[in-house]
């Protein structure tokens, strides 16, 4: 079970997350978990740059270590970067120290002040360390890692429509459906650069792109 719309309910409960932006301006932002890899990381900054629309990629460090150059061409389009933990973890089953270890691992390639947990799960004990500085003194890098200059603050980002893209008994116009019906003015919107979600993605981006873009929305980064 998932949510397609994230209720006021959760934003209320965890205020200092972003759910969404400013609801006053016609603007979207598109956002981009799990990649970045071959192919469908570089079908999304094709179909991107025909709307010349500008998306954030929630990366994961082991895809950015595997794929540099796709990594790159995200950066050099021009697209916003964000940390998804270096193994996708999720922080409901895995303890502080190793989580917040395994974000630091991914916070030294990303070099953001963006995080998007794994699944939308993680503790508030972990919430705190993160918006405080994951490489606090309580959680020090690894002593083979080398020292980083990085933000010491990260922004955790959440989502105001899930497309359910990941969900492989979903049809792609379901997952377009699932867009258009529940976007509105600074909606924060979650696809998947991943194989598995490829078939609904490729289907509903583009789609999604050209039906906002008619009524006059603009896409932007975090």
């Known amino acids: 079970m998932y949510l397609i719309k994230s209720p006021l309910l959760l934003k209320w409960y965890y205020p200092s997350l972003l759910w969404n932006k400013s609801r006053t301006e016609k603007v979207i932002y598109l956002t981009f978990d ?14 991107l740059k025909v709307f010349n629309a500008k998306a954030t990629f929630f990366c994961i460090g082991d895809n950015i270590v595997k794929h540099p150059a796709v990594f790159e061409r995200v950066k050099n389009d021009g697209h916003a970067i964000g940390n998804h933990t270096f193994n996708h973890l999720k922080g409901w089953k895995t303890d502080n120290e190793t989580y917040l270890q395994n974000t630091l691992k991914c916070q030294e390639l990303t070099q953001t002040n963006l995080f998007r947990p794994p ?9 705190r360390s993160l ?3 994951v490489w606090s003194s309580e959680f020090k890098a690894p002593s083979n890692s080398q ?12 989502w ?3 497309s359910g893209d990941f969900d492989t008994q979903l049809s792609p116009e379901k997952c377009y459906q699932n867009v258009i019906k529940h976007t509105e003015n600074g909606s924060i919107i979650v696809f998947h650069d991943s194989l598995k979600a490829f078939d609904r993605l490729s289907y509903a981006l583009p789609k999604v792109l050209a039906y906002f873009s008619e009524k006059g929305f603009t896409f932007s980064t975090l």
């Open 119 to 127: 699944y939308g799960r993680i503790r508030k004990s972990q919430i």
């Open 160 to 162: 105001d429509v899930l």
């Open 34 to 47: 799990d990649g970045p890899i071959p192919n469908v990381t570089d079908f999304v900054l094709k179909t």
């Open 147 to 158: 020292p980083t200059t990085l933000n010491s603050q990260l922004q955790i980002v959440m």
């Open 131 to 133: 918006e405080l500085g």
